[in-house]
């Protein structure tokens, strides 16, 4: 699964920007301080707020400094324009397509008074990109791709993704993938989901994630023995840091700044964003490593899983309605 754009050393110069390719999903973030109260009522703090794990990584890439950061997704016509405006303030230029028969996808993350969250999940729009919507275009100026693992657990986003994968082949760019999620993996198969993305140079699984595709319950015997099939893995430990692996051996253990923490929803999204910013500005993985831990450290302080925005809006011209082009 090695390739061009080895991801194991340092990228050298910035040769352009980050196509990500993922779920742009609206988060009900509902954080409760008592156990859930089955049957009755249970007082929380309840927020509204964008998300999606392909979304947020593009958001934090923006935020750490990576150039021309790029989104593709889909979503329902009820909140297009809203998302459109929120990737727009974190810097992100949004190439969304519209999706007349599908709501945008919805995600209940229920926090608890430990900062832990647990997703009620409704993919909606999100899943809905085909082949059809793929242009070797979208490539151009591209210097790293990189995709959400929740591409891969539907039949027609699956078919992009590879499709976006052959692409970035063709044209020596390097290809990252989230795995995104422990569950759905186990409901779709370790082995099916690692042969779906035996292109990938970079694959930034969390420990739940990386101990299912291996069966390994140790993050770094389960990071070194990923890395025999692809050339580099940083597997996720929150609190505890990151586990660097390349050609079956650990590089580093990169550990993560002590903070007090409130929501852990998108803090691996915070991580693999600031990772991949790293890259493409010329770190070489320990210091993308160390980066990722700041910015996951950073998100668990707030509600949510994006960065603050920047609160100014990109040059007109970029949203797109309709599928990307």
Avoid: Q
């Amino acid at each position: 699964m090695t390739g061009p754009g080895d991801a194991g050393g340092s990228p050298g110069p910035v040769r352009g920007g980050l196509l990500v390719i993922g779920d742009v999903i609206t988060d009900v973030v509902a954080r409760h301080a008592t156990p859930l109260a089955p049957a009755t009522d249970t007082t929380a703090r309840v927020s509204t707020l964008p998300g999606g794990a392909g979304a947020n990584a593009a958001c934090w890439a923006a935020r750490s400094g990576a150039p021309d950061v790029r989104l593709m997704g889909c979503v329902g016509a009820d909140s297009a324009a809203w998302h459109e405006d929120a990737l727009l303030r974190c810097g992100v230029r949004p190439a969304l397509r519209v999706d007349p028969d599908a709501a945008t996808g919805t995600v209940i993350c229920l926090v608890d008074a430990t900062a832990e969250r647990t997703l009620v999940t409704d993919s909606g729009a999100a899943l809905r990109l085909s082949p059809a919507d793929w242009r070797d275009s979208l490539l151009d100026g591209v210097a790293r791709l990189h995709l959400s693992g929740y591409l891969f657990f539907a039949a027609g986003s699956r078919a992009l993704a590879r499709a976006a994968m052959a692409a970035a082949r063709e044209r020596s760019v390097p290809v990252s993938v989230d795995p995104a999620s422990a569950g759905f993996i186990e409901r779709h198969g370790p082995a099916t989901f690692l042969t779906s993305v035996a292109t990938t140079d970079l694959l930034l699984p969390n420990s739940d994630e990386a101990t299912l595709l291996t069966g390994l319950a140790d993050p770094a015997d389960a990071a070194a023995e990923l890395s025999r099939d692809f050339s580099l893995v940083a597997v996720k430990r929150g609190a505890a840091g990151a586990v660097l692996a390349a050609g079956g051996d650990v590089l580093a253990r990169v550990p993560a700044p002590a903070v007090t923490p409130v929501d852990t929803t998108g803090a691996g999204d915070a991580f693999t964003g600031a990772f991949l910013a790293a890259l493409l500005t010329g770190g070489d993985p320990v210091a993308a490593a160390e980066a990722g831990c700041r910015a996951g450290a950073e998100a668990v302080t707030r509600a949510g899983g994006r960065p603050p925005e920047r609160g100014v809006s990109a040059a007109a011209g970029v949203l797109r309605r309709g599928a990307p082009t």
